[in-house]
């Protein structure tokens, strides 16, 4: 093998990882990272601000809570006021009630309050992601929230600060945590329906007549733990579903602590419970803490969490000997995610697989503005825009298994993908195409692939065609 | 139709690309004038022989065979002189022509001898010799030293471009304001079609996806059948070139409105199926046409103190391409349409067609610099200093001498 040869099969397993495992690759980092990829990789575990982001202009969750129970109140107040005046003037008094400190002068012209929320949170998200510099624990935050997803049609002020809250923080560290966090989030209480649910037998129940909900305690075991069809009966959801009674947050409208997480004693079934052939004894909150432990640490959900990261990485079909190997890992270590996540990025299987995995929307687009550098003039608006047109809209999963991996989901809106690209990439006019091309791709590009971009007719268009090239929007 | 003067507010929020300067044509008022300039750039290399048509000249025929326009058959080119026509796509410019609205500059080029699209736009929006050594544009640069002394209020006259990306040519060191049409034009067929090619050469199933959807791409352009279209078809691209050019125009004609303004209109590069008389190509053109006669419209009375620039990165290889095509090449046609023009006038130092006479024995010889009669619009119209020109706008230039006699 010649000195170039080798060269260029390095520079191809850089890009190869650049993409797979980060946003893809941007500047010089194909060739900066040549000499060792799978290092580079694990560095970017070992950053110690590692998946944190800067949320000095965000609201925690229970904050935006109280503030749009506030704004909705006043909005209400508006109303009612207008309708009460639209009277006063109706019976010739020509004294304009106003709310107290009320401005007078033009309506306001922001957008509505939760909107404003999450478009400060959406923006905070691409950030990150646009300047990552490989992304790889960007990309896991992404897995993870997609995998305890929760969505903003029930509470859009809600979902990106559980994203901070819940799952940045956790990401590396251990999944029996992360699970903790997950499952008594205010934004999984309401998104699951928990906030309401209470025993038939606990004080609360009794007094209102009012019982069991079990869609968290399903969703938990099925989805976020041990996986559908792994064993578990009707009756272990229900008596888990017992065991989470209680799990709620406090009112938005209450001051000061509105909005936060809290563990209700009126609503919780009282007694001991079996989940999965175990007795949990009736220690309250600790109840509901210690089934999650052992869920966390169940080779079910060792095996479900290894299969599902094999997909999301590496192939719609993993290699089994990769999911074996990320499984034992999850195990050995219990359930340390950092541990799992060096499984995964250095074990042969990971970077042996064909470069056939089709990128998500979402994922796709974070390479787009990486890319073409354009992130600062498109607005976050449109980037929202952009995955509602792919199917793909930011924190809005149709169902709480969240969105799929898997190429079939995505294949059918490719050819959208190309006014996107058309768009964003336009945006970039002064970019180098061909010196864009040999950041992004490298030695991975195909003749074809030069070709066509090379022979473009602007570079808006060329710029275009490089972010639908085959080797673009798979990895 | 009225339309408000955009707020500093609106001007803002706007994402694409209108560019205010606080300086403008302080001389040519002071003359009691208020000139218009609105720079259009084609991008993708506009055939010049196609869109005018050497119908006299004896080589023209054996050059382009049956492509070759000319004043007889199904669709015969409209007849500008004794020995040009123009592409029958384009009875509005045509018309304008008649009323001596509109010049015609053939056998022109920039300084570009390569054949690079990328680098070919860099020199024609930079004004610079060399591609891209530039972060501004002629017309920017052409604007700063319309006024030396200080700015105005920045309500006042402005610069204005349109589209979703700002153009070089209005980038640079006077301030910019944008505006962007409100529909985002899709990706035009002929990307479509090249990541089709692509597609079909390494990735099957990604090509099976793109053949599927652009199937609907006919049924797109009948109404009312609300099918996804994956490309914009002749009528978007008619209907975005209107828009575009016609919003230009509204905001220019204010009284109080910007008075230069740019805009670019992709999708000229025919390799393939050109469609000079009837299809791509003669689309695009009409596309144009239909343009140019909104600019009209929308000026109302401020037409007759406009002057409309439609140019192009470089032309096309005079003979036809292996695929009904036309490949890249040197010196095209320069579009100059307006009420403010001494018009009716082909200008061209001819160079010929046979062999002997083309450059590189393939396309048609330069012998017109695009940068004089830019330099003659600018001296002439918007009162810009010669010497600003030759130093600031076209660096190095002032060899080329402006050319006269274009306004009225």
């Known amino acids: ?475 | 139709m009225k339309l408000h003067a955009p707020s500093r507010r609106e001007l803002l929020l706007a994402s694409g690309a209108l560019f205010a300067w606080a300086h403008l044509p302080k001389i040519a008022r002071a003359e009691g004038r208020d000139p218009r300039f609105l720079t259009i750039i084609l991008r993708g290399a506009l055939d010049g022989l196609a869109t005018v048509a050497p119908v006299a000249d004896p080589d023209w025929l054996a050059l382009r065979g049956d492509k070759a326009l000319t004043l007889e058959g199904k669709t015969p080119a409209l007849k500008l002189d004794e020995f040009f026509a123009l592409n029958p796509a384009m009875p509005q410019l045509h018309s304008m022509f008649e009323a001596s609205e509109a010049i015609i500059v053939h056998a022109s080029a920039t300084p570009y001898r390569e054949r690079s699209h990328f680098d070919g736009q860099d020199l024609l929006e930079s004004g610079l010799p060399k591609p891209g050594a530039s972060e501004s544009g002629w017309l920017n640069r052409a604007l700063a030293g319309l006024t030396p002394a200080g700015r105005v209020d920045p309500r006042g006259s402005k610069l204005f471009a349109v589209g979703p990306v700002t153009p070089l040519v209005v980038r640079g060191p006077a301030p910019v304001l944008s505006w962007s049409p409100q529909r985002v034009l899709a990706a035009s067929e002929d990307t479509v079609r090249r990541l089709l090619a692509l597609y079909r050469d390494c990735d099957a199933k990604l090509a099976g996806v793109l053949e599927d959807n652009s199937k609907l791409v006919p049924a797109l352009e009948k109404p009312g059948t609300g099918q996804k279209a994956v490309a914009a078809g002749p009528g978007q691209v008619r209907a975005y070139f209107a828009e575009a050019a016609g919003t230009a125009a509204k905001f220019l004609a204010q009284p109080d409105g910007p008075r230069v303004g740019a805009l670019a209109l992709d999708g000229w590069d025919t390799h393939f199926n050109e469609g000079i008389a009837q299809g791509r190509l003669s689309q695009l053109l009409g596309a144009l046409d239909n343009a140019l006669g909104t600019i009209k419209a929308n000026m109302g009375a401020a037409w007759r103190e406009t002057v409309a620039a439609i140019v192009t990165e470089f032309g096309r290889t005079a003979r036809i391409n292996g695929t009904d095509g036309t490949d890249h090449g040197t010196a095209t046609v320069a579009l100059l349409a307006g009420g403010a023009l001494k018009g009716g006038r082909v200008i061209a130092d001819w160079p010929g067609l046979t062999p002997a006479d083309l450059y590189q024995d393939r396309d048609l010889k330069p012998t017109t610099d695009l940068r004089a009669v830019l330099k003659g619009v600018l001296r002439d119209h918007l009162r810009a200093d010669e010497k600003a020109l030759a130093q600031i706008a076209f660096p190095g230039t002032e060899t080329v001498k402006p050319m006269a006699g274009l306004v009225a």
């Open chain 1, 1 to 475: 093998m010649s000195a170039n040869s080798g060269l260029n099969s390095a520079k191809a397993a850089a890009a190869l990882g650049l993409h797979r495992f980060g946003f893809g690759p941007v500047g010089d980092a194909i060739a900066a990272i040549a000499a060792d990829p799978r290092g580079a990789l694990l560095a970017d575990l070992e950053r110690p601000d590692a998946g944190q982001i800067d949320a000095s202009n965000l609201m925690s969750s229970a904050k935006a809570a109280r503030e749009v129970s506030d704004f909705r109140a006043e909005r209400r107040a508006e109303q009612k006021l207008a309708a009460r005046q639209q009277q006063v003037t109706e019976s010739g008094d020509g004294q304009a009630a106003k709310l107290p400190g009320a401005e007078s002068g033009a309506p306001a012209q922001k957008p509505p309050l939760p909107q404003q929320i999450i478009l400060s949170e959406a923006k905070a998200r691409f950030d990150a992601a646009a300047n990552a510099e490989i992304g790889l624990v960007e990309r896991l935050v992404w897995f993870w929230s997609n995998h305890f997803c929760v969505s903003a049609d029930k509470d859009a002020a809600a979902v990106g600060a559980y994203e901070r809250e819940a799952i940045r923080p956790y990401v590396l560290g251990h999944f029996v945590d992360l699970l903790q966090a997950v499952e008594s989030h205010p934004a999984m209480l309401v998104y699951l329906d928990n906030v309401l649910s209470m025993g038939a037998d606990s004080i609360a129940g009794i007094n209102q007549d009012k019982g069991l909900n079990e869609n968290l305690a399903r969703e938990t075991l099925e989805l976020h733990t041990l996986g559908v069809r792994s064993g578990y009966t009707q009756a272990d959801v229900t008596n888990f579903a017992q065991v989470l009674t209680g799990w709620t947050r406090l009112r938005p409208e209450e001051p000061v602590h509105g909005g936060e997480f809290v563990f209700v004693r009126r609503f919780h079934e009282p007694g001991d419970q079996i989940v999965l052939g175990k007795r949990y004894m009736d220690t309250g909150l600790d109840q509901g803490r210690a089934v999650l432990a052992d869920l966390a640490r169940h080779p079910a959900t060792a095996q479900h969490i290894a299969e599902k990261l094999a997909r999301h990485f590496v192939a719609d079909d993993p290699p089994p000997a990769l999911v074996n190997k990320l499984t034992k890992s999850f195990l050995d270590s219990e359930g340390d995610l950092k541990q799992v996540a060096r499984t995964l990025v250095t074990a042969e299987e990971s970077w042996a697989a064909p470069r056939q995995r089709l990128k998500p929307p979402a994922e796709w687009i974070a390479g787009v503005i990486r890319l073409t550098g354009t992130e600062a003039d498109i607005p976050i608006g449109r980037l929202m825009n952009a995955q509602v047109a792919l199917g793909a809209p930011l924190w809005r999963p149709p169902a709480p298994n969240g969105y799929s991996d898997m190429e079939a989901a995505w294949i059918d809106g490719v050819p959208r993908r190309i006014d996107i690209a058309t768009e964003f990439a336009g945006r970039a006019s002064r970019a180098e195409p061909l010196e864009l091309l040999e950041s992004s791709l490298g030695p991975l590009a195909s003749a074809q692939t030069r070709e066509t971009v090379a022979h473009a007719e602007s570079r808006g268009q060329a710029l275009a065609l490089l972010v639908m090239a085959p080797e673009f929007l798979r990895r």
